[in-house]
């Protein structure tokens, strides 16, 4: 190849695909692979198909960031191994979504002639994500204790996790359209600089809607998330402190009022704040969680050799706990860092952004990653409370997948054509 | 804008750094609590495939080891009831207990963590067939003796060599034999006699007489010419209108006089002379009142604030009759902190950990304490010991040819006949063995107590030479 802009990327991934072959490997010399046919021909799938994105970005002459997409490659290769490792009659599928990943990928950095275009048309995309959001209360079936999973056939997705990306584009448009308007106000009240109920209307509408909605699915996870990554953009754009503190005091009255209406609320408290008075019951998952962690150490037992199968869950909202066991707080502390140079990654292209849209959505977009990772993280160390939500990358789950390859070919495509 | 978000990315990569503080909290400082839980079933699991590493003695008997018959494992115990304090039980129902519990990680071969031994995961395919063994510094012979010595009475038996604070023996009786755990555990469990407390770390008795050695290191580190003082005991003592009767000690006494019949008056009048503030830091320094860390289960000497000893309390407390309570473990520290001039090594149950090829993963490495006195006056009470036992109320406990140093007590309880205790070291120029001899109602400390120290002694000395 002549024009060898993507060259850094393409060495990267000799380690990706190096750390992929040794896991599995391990995972068969550990004996939990008892028949390696299958599982190396999906790896050698992998292995290729990454390949393939990759020489599909440089023929495209694609200038993006160059570490975006290894990082995150290696967080779906340890995804990949873990669930071959905790849960291998669904490794099939979740290579499958992978492809389906990449190439979501692929189209939204292809077909997406002009970011910016994007935020022509923030309505109809705000309209359509809160219809998919009605649409899983109303036609939705429950998985997991939460009402969030529509039937389509044989696949079954999760609306939630797509709806998050558009609320991001959404917000990135309006809150850039009606910044100033935001930042000054149009009153004030109690020194607090308001602005008129005309501007902060859709605003709010679309806020509180949104966790109406997910109060009914009780899905507090995804609320947090959604409500965090709210709160950050709004900020960027105005940089006023007093909408996240006014924020901040809403969610806590919520919070406060969720915990004095309903009793499982209560209890999700009591849990997080002492899991040992129930063990065996309400306390179970974190429980097992911690003591996954903790027998980890600073090592881990080394992979396929820990018992992370005595987790419930362990695939998808404990695959983080099942990683400690297995690589110790090292590995631990490997994958953490991997977030956060993805979310570094993600700043700086916000950084150099050449409109205001592509920071706000650049910004939008990171804080979601990151917030999401902390939410989930957090909540298996017992750090916050817990809630059911995936490990962007790595958790088994294809919408969550997809929906994170979506928000990496955003952010990819932004620096590509912004340049960084 | 770009410097709204430069705020927001710092507040989120500070939430990442408060991530990874916690995890290493958990993985790290938490690791052992979460790995050891008895409701983590890793260990059991495990435990299914290694076979449980032995508990030997200095000269290679077997304490406990697990048997392979017939595909069935099975923990045996040589020694039973003669070690079960020490060794402790292992049942699926029951849990652990003793070394059992507290060195399980060794026995099962993950002396650091789940890892295996030297980081390396893979390792623990090849050689996770046999736990490790661990050797003690108890020596079978002098257990044995030591159980036999104390026959059907209630009681404890310490032995610490000073210098490096390895336990010798200790027995607790009664006992119980850990491989009849499960089916007598009921039995055991309401037994008013309490076999499954080890007396020798868990038992709380009052010292009587033994406390005056704190009380004279006390008055002896304040105002050291107290060793040079003469006291006119009337035989009796009366604190704040409560009689104590002192027929033992009567006339004109010099200290060492006082300190070798024992005299209630004097360290009576010296406990309140001291203060008791004074008199309670000094219990302190001698670890009466704080965490004993140990091998095992170890509860803590108890001693009230300063604050709340009267002065009646303060007088009953110098002579160990008040709220001061002392377990066996505790006063063979204090005699082997005057044996080791005023410095306590740490007590130790376990010399080695050695890999079942016999290789060494880890040994033992004695350290100081606590500094309790300093060794002026360590001496000064090593010869008001050595003259307890020449002539005073320890006379039982002299051995034909070697100095003996000891002080005796009978505890006054609420249960009946005194307590008989008796704590020394020998040869008391050059320290082998300091012991804590305790036994529940057994009357006079230097009738019953101080024989079976002797013996204790002697044996010690006898293996040295």
Known sequence: MPSEIRGTERSLFIYIFLFLWLGLFSLFEAGIIKDIRQPAFLSLAVTLAMLLTHLLLEKWGVEGDLLLFPLTSMLNVAGLLMILRLSPEFAERQFIWLFVGLAAFLLTVKGLNNYKSLEDYKYIYIFAGLFLLLATILFGVEAGGARSWIELGIVRFQPSELVKIILVIFLAGYLEEKKEILAEGTRNILGIPVPSLQYTGPLLVMWGLSLVLLVFQKDLGTALIYFGTFLAMIYISTGRWPYIFTGALLFSLGGLLGYLLFAHVRVRVAIWLNPWIDIDGKGYQIVQSLFAIGSGGIYGTGLGLGQPSLIPAAHTDFVFSAWCEETGLLGAAALILIYCLVIHRGFRIALTAKTGFGTLLAAGLTSLLAIQTLVIVGGVIKLLPLTGITLPFVSYGGSSLVSSYILLGLLTKISAEDGA | ?465
């Open chain 2, 1 to 465: 804008m770009n410097r709204n978000l430069v705020r927001i990315a710092g507040l989120i990569f500070a939430a990442f750094s408060v991530v990874i503080l916690y995890l290493t909290y958990i993985q790290i400082f938490q690791g052992s609590f979460l790995l050891n839980h008895p409701r983590n079933r890793r260990l059991q699991l495990l435990e299914k495939t290694v076979i449980r590493g032995r508990i030997l003695d200095g000269h290679g008997k077997v304490l406990a080891q697990t048997v392979v018959a017939d595909g069935e494992k099975r923990r045996v115990y040589p020694y039973g009831e003669i070690t079960g304090n020490v060794t402790g039980y292992l049942s699926g129902k029951y849990g652990r207990w003793g070394l059992e519990a507290s060195y399980n990680q060794a026995l099962l071969g993950l002396e650091s963590g789940l890892t295996g031994e030297d980081f390396w995961a893979i390792r623990r395919i090849d050689t996770g067939r046999r736990g490790n063994d661990i050797i003690l510094s108890l020596d079978t012979g002098l257990q044995e003796l030591a159980y036999r010595l104390l026959g059907d009475r209630k009681g404890a038996v310490v032995a610490i060599e000073p210098s490096t604070g390895r336990v010798l023996t200790m027995v607790s009786r009664p006992g119980f034999n850990p491989e009849r755990i499960e089916p007598a555990w009921d039995k055991l469990k309401n037994d008013p006699d309490s076999p499954l407390l080890n007396r020798a770390t868990q038992g709380l008795y009052p010292p009587g007489s033994t406390i005056k050695v704190v009380t004279a290191a006390g008055i002896l580190a304040r105002n050291p010419e107290t060793a040079d003082r003469y006291f006119d005991a009337p035989g009796y003592v009366v604190i704040e209108g409560r009689r104590i009767e002192d027929r033992q000690a009567r006339g004109r006494l010099n200290l060492s006089q006082a300190f070798a019949r024992s005299s209630n008056y004097v360290f009576a009048t010296l406990g309140i002379e001291q203060g008791a503030r004074n008199f309670v830091q000094m219990a302190h320094n001698f670890g009466i009142g704080q965490n004993i860390p140990f091998d095992i289960f170890t509860e803590n000497s108890r001693i009230p604030v300063p604050e709340q000893l009267s002065k009646l309390e303060l007088g009953e407390s110098a002579i160990g009759q008040g709220r001061v309570m002392v377990t066996p473990l505790n006063m063979a520290l204090v005699a082997a902190a005057v044996a080791n001039k005023g410095k306590v090594m740490a007590p130790s149950l376990v010399d080695e950990i050695r890999r079942p090829d016999g290789s060494l993963i880890r040994a033992f490495q004695p350290r100081v304490l606590w500094h309790t006195i300093d060794e002026k006056t360590a001496d000064i009470l090593r010869q008001l010991m050595v003259a307890a036992v020449a002539n005073g109320t320890g006379r039982s406990a002299a051995i034909p040819g070697i100095q003996v140093a000891g002080k005796t007590g009978s505890a006054e309880n609420p249960h009946g006949k005194t307590h008989a205790w008796f704590i020394g070291f020998g040869p008391a120029d050059d320290p082998q063995v300091a012991v804590a001899v305790i036994i529940e109602n057994g009357g006079a400390g230097g009738a019953e107590a101080a024989p079976l120290a002797r013996e204790i002694i002697k044996t010690v000395i006898g293996q040295k030479r």
